[in-house]
Protein backbone atom coordinates (compact mmCIF):
# COMPACT_ATOMS: atom_id res chain seq x y z
CA UNK A 1 0.00 0.00 0.00
CA UNK A 2 2.90 2.43 1.01
CA UNK A 3 4.42 1.46 -2.65
CA UNK A 4 0.97 2.45 -4.06
CA UNK A 5 0.73 5.49 -2.38
CA UNK A 6 4.48 6.83 -3.06
CA UNK A 7 4.15 5.49 -7.00
CA UNK A 8 1.13 7.63 -7.24
CA UNK A 9 2.58 10.48 -5.55
CA UNK A 10 5.81 10.36 -7.52
CA UNK A 11 3.18 9.77 -10.84
CA UNK A 12 1.03 13.03 -9.82
CA UNK A 13 4.07 15.27 -9.49
CA UNK A 14 5.57 14.37 -12.37
CA UNK A 15 2.07 14.86 -14.69
CA UNK A 16 1.98 18.18 -12.87
CA UNK A 17 5.68 18.80 -13.99
CA UNK A 18 5.12 17.80 -17.30
CA UNK A 19 1.73 20.04 -17.80
CA UNK A 20 4.08 22.97 -16.69
CA UNK A 21 7.03 22.12 -19.17
CA UNK A 22 4.21 21.88 -21.38
CA UNK A 23 2.52 25.18 -21.05
CA UNK A 24 5.72 26.96 -20.76
CA UNK A 25 6.81 25.91 -24.21
CA UNK A 26 3.42 26.69 -25.63
CA UNK A 27 3.54 30.25 -24.03
CA UNK A 28 7.40 30.11 -25.51
CA UNK A 29 6.08 28.89 -29.04
CA UNK A 30 3.74 31.46 -29.46
CA UNK A 31 5.78 34.05 -28.55
CA UNK A 32 8.22 33.33 -31.59
CA UNK A 33 5.06 32.78 -33.76
CA UNK A 34 3.93 36.46 -33.24
CA UNK A 35 7.73 37.52 -33.62
CA UNK A 36 8.19 35.60 -37.02
CA UNK A 37 4.96 36.89 -38.13
CA UNK A 38 6.08 40.75 -36.84
CA UNK A 39 9.25 39.92 -38.80
CA UNK A 40 7.07 38.75 -41.94
CA UNK A 41 5.80 42.07 -41.95
CA UNK A 42 9.00 44.14 -41.87
CA UNK A 43 10.57 42.27 -44.48
CA UNK A 44 7.17 42.75 -46.75
CA UNK A 45 7.43 46.23 -46.03
CA UNK A 46 10.97 46.93 -47.39
CA UNK A 47 10.75 44.83 -50.38
CA UNK A 48 7.73 46.60 -51.17
CA UNK A 49 9.64 50.02 -50.61
CA UNK A 50 11.52 51.77 -53.25
CA UNK A 51 14.99 51.74 -52.90
CA UNK A 52 16.61 55.03 -51.38
CA UNK A 53 18.80 56.84 -53.34
CA UNK A 54 21.19 58.52 -50.95
CA UNK A 55 23.28 59.94 -53.86
CA UNK A 56 20.99 61.86 -55.93
CA UNK A 57 17.59 63.77 -54.80
CA UNK A 58 15.09 64.74 -57.76
CA UNK A 59 14.56 67.88 -55.73
CA UNK A 60 17.92 69.18 -55.19
CA UNK A 61 20.30 67.01 -57.97
CA UNK A 62 17.29 67.19 -60.45
CA UNK A 63 16.65 70.71 -60.89
CA UNK A 64 18.32 71.72 -63.85
CA UNK A 65 16.62 68.45 -65.49
CA UNK A 66 13.68 69.58 -63.71
CA UNK A 67 13.48 73.13 -65.41
CA UNK A 68 13.37 71.20 -68.84
CA UNK A 69 10.40 70.04 -68.01
CA UNK A 70 11.54 66.31 -66.82
CA UNK A 71 9.36 65.43 -63.39
CA UNK A 72 10.99 62.24 -62.27
CA UNK A 73 14.43 62.88 -63.16
CA UNK A 74 15.81 59.57 -61.54
CA UNK A 75 13.05 57.59 -63.75
CA UNK A 76 13.69 59.48 -66.95
CA UNK A 77 17.67 58.29 -66.64
CA UNK A 78 16.86 54.73 -65.92
CA UNK A 79 14.03 54.51 -68.61
CA UNK A 80 17.10 56.29 -71.15
CA UNK A 81 19.88 54.20 -70.31
CA UNK A 82 17.33 50.64 -70.51
CA UNK A 83 16.31 50.04 -73.55
CA UNK A 84 20.50 51.52 -75.30
CA UNK A 85 21.92 47.95 -74.64
CA UNK A 86 24.49 48.50 -77.39
CA UNK A 87 25.83 50.81 -74.25
CA UNK A 88 26.80 47.89 -72.39
CA UNK A 89 30.66 47.45 -73.20
CA UNK A 90 30.68 43.45 -73.15
CA UNK A 91 29.25 41.06 -75.47
CA UNK A 92 26.89 38.42 -74.36
CA UNK A 93 27.78 34.61 -74.26
CA UNK A 94 26.40 31.14 -74.41
CA UNK A 95 23.95 32.43 -76.53
CA UNK A 96 22.69 35.37 -73.35
CA UNK A 97 21.33 38.21 -74.01
CA UNK A 98 23.05 41.74 -72.26
CA UNK A 99 20.30 43.81 -70.35
CA UNK A 100 20.72 46.38 -68.33
CA UNK A 101 19.59 45.71 -64.38
CA UNK A 102 19.58 47.65 -61.37
CA UNK A 103 20.95 51.59 -62.25
CA UNK A 104 21.87 54.45 -59.58
CA UNK A 105 21.67 57.89 -60.55
CA UNK A 106 25.05 59.13 -58.37
CA UNK A 107 25.03 62.91 -59.24
CA UNK A 108 23.75 65.86 -62.23
CA UNK A 109 26.30 64.12 -64.73
CA UNK A 110 26.53 60.28 -63.81
CA UNK A 111 24.88 56.97 -63.30
CA UNK A 112 25.95 53.55 -62.42
CA UNK A 113 24.28 50.41 -63.50
CA UNK A 114 24.05 46.76 -63.66
CA UNK A 115 24.18 44.02 -66.58
CA UNK A 116 24.04 40.89 -67.19
CA UNK A 117 23.77 38.35 -69.68
CA UNK A 118 22.98 35.80 -66.87
CA UNK A 119 26.97 34.46 -67.52
CA UNK A 120 28.31 37.66 -67.02
CA UNK A 121 27.51 40.31 -64.95
CA UNK A 122 29.33 43.87 -64.55
CA UNK A 123 28.76 47.07 -63.58
CA UNK A 124 29.65 50.34 -65.40
CA UNK A 125 29.94 54.23 -64.95
CA UNK A 126 28.65 56.68 -67.33
CA UNK A 127 28.45 60.18 -67.33
CA UNK A 128 25.35 61.39 -69.30
CA UNK A 129 23.94 64.80 -70.72
CA UNK A 130 20.52 65.74 -71.70
CA UNK A 131 20.40 67.11 -75.15
CA UNK A 132 18.72 70.30 -76.70
CA UNK A 133 16.23 67.50 -77.93
CA UNK A 134 15.45 66.15 -74.51
CA UNK A 135 17.21 62.86 -75.23
CA UNK A 136 19.49 61.42 -72.87
CA UNK A 137 23.07 60.98 -74.04
CA UNK A 138 25.68 58.43 -72.75
CA UNK A 139 29.68 58.14 -72.34
CA UNK A 140 30.87 55.41 -70.95
CA UNK A 141 33.65 55.73 -68.31
CA UNK A 142 34.73 53.30 -66.67
CA UNK A 143 33.85 49.29 -66.57
CA UNK A 144 34.15 46.51 -64.33
CA UNK A 145 33.33 42.71 -65.55
CA UNK A 146 32.86 40.36 -62.48
Not at 89 to 100: D, E, I, N, S, Y
Not at 127 to 133: A, P, T
Amino acid sequence: MKFFFIFALVFVFQSCSQQESTNHLHGSLNELRIEVDSLSKVIELRENEPDKNYWFSDDYDGIELSEKGILHPQQFIDSSLQPQVNLIPTKAVLGGTMAFGKTQVLSPKWVIAEYSDGHLWGVALFEYEVNKEGKVEFKLLSNHLY
